[in-house]
């Protein structure tokens, strides 16, 4: 099988993490047969540098014209400063809306090598940690109208968080559909208590829940989730929510589990093309330095050959070689532990390409 990949290495350490994940990819096509083939181009700072915007119209075609998008990271303080609609995250908005990219699935797993590694208490994280954030991506407050004006003699900020109907029955379907084939448990996450936008989101939600009567589906408000997320976190499964509260509950997940370093996320629409990427960010303060966790991408390599190309055997295969890195005590930096032994980036990707 032939796959066209649009690569995005990004700034800070996303050109070092990527070029692992690459490695790894073309492991995987040797040992089953395929062929990957990479059109790289320049999305987010180093793009700004290049060509004055985040998303030159050249890169935003290559990802419209491709089987699946990688990406490192993108951001960084050197362009704090440029005006906000070609800041570097001003590319993903732009990718995740020409694509269609409306489900953000956030997968966070504590892998039990790690378990030293949370913050969590023991007593809490031997119950195992192993859920699905499925977040709305291109719609709420991130996508709604943002003005700022003087208001009656001083400045007022308007951020309008916005969902129609459509909108909210499709993230949902597919939070529905990722809940069957785990254990058919969904909790839908809003604050209906206080949002017009939570109360709708409500009675979509339950309406779509009548088509799927073998799962298991129930209301928590954000704050009680965010609470639940580090009381007890093994009674979560599926959690689909809307765009803010998605990125700030995906974050928190991503905590419990160890480390950031190996949380991998798809973006996904109508069809199996995706953007995959890690959620950590950019980490320029150690950019260079061969400190990064390649993991975190590697798996997001994974996912995507899994949910965009169909290659579920192909995807255990790494996330097996990943557990059997971990399981021989290889470590990077950010989840060192007692005992284990330290890694930079290039040598992780090279031992997890060893167990392929």
Request: hydrophobic letters at 40%.
């Amino acid at each position: 099988m032939e796959k066209k990949i649009t690569v995005i290495r990004g700034d800070g350490i996303g050109p070092e993490i990527v070029i692992e994940a690459l490695r790894v990819l073309d492991r995987i096509a040797e040992k089953f047969g395929h062929r990957f083939v990479y059109q790289e181009i320049l999305a987010g700072g180093s793009a700004i540098d290049a060509c004055g915007t985040s998303l030159p119209e050249e890169s935003l075609q290559k990802c419209l014209d491709c089987d699946s998008v990688l990406l490192g990271a993108v951001g960084g303080p050197k362009w704090d400063g440029v005006p906000k609609e070609i800041r570097p995250e001003a590319a993903l908005l732009g990718i995740r809306s020409a694509m269609g990219l409306y489900a953000n699935l956030r997968p966070a797993r504590l892998f039990p090598q790690l378990a030293d590694a949370s913050p969590l208490k023991p007593e809490i994280t031997r119950q195992g940690i192993d859920l699905m954030m499925v977040r709305e991506l291109i719609g709420g407050a991130y996508f709604g109208e943002h003005r700022t004006g003087e208001e009656n003699g001083e400045l007022t900020a308007h951020d309008d968080m916005v969902y129609a109907e459509h909108e909210i029955e499709r993230i949902a379907r597919t939070a529905f559909e990722i809940a069957r084939k785990r254990s058919s448990r969904l909790i839908s996450v809003d604050k209906a208590n206080v949002l017009d936008t939570s109360r709708l989101w409500r009675k979509v939600v339950h309406r779509v829940a009548a088509d799927y009567p073998d799962v298991a589906c129930t209301d928590m408000l954000v704050d009680n989730t965010a609470m639940q997320l580090v009381k007890n976190p093994s009674q979560f499964d599926v959690i689909v929510t809307e765009n803010l509260f998605g990125d700030i509950l995906s974050d928190e997940a991503s905590m419990i589990t160890g480390s950031i370093g190996m949380m991998a996320s798809a973006s996904l629409g109508e069809g199996t093309r995706g953007m995959y990427e890690p959620i950590h960010g950019s980490a320029p303060d150690i950019a260079g330095t061969d400190r990064a966790n390649p993991i975190g991408t590697i798996l997001s390599a994974a996912m995507m050959l899994r949910y965009s190309f169909g290659m579920s055997a192909e995807a255990d295969c790494i996330e097996q070689a990943v557990s059997a890195v971990l399981d021989e005590g290889f470590r990077t930096a950010d989840c060192m532990s007692e005992g284990c032994t330290l890694l930079g980036c290039k040598a992780m990707g090279e031992a997890i390409c060893g167990k392929i």
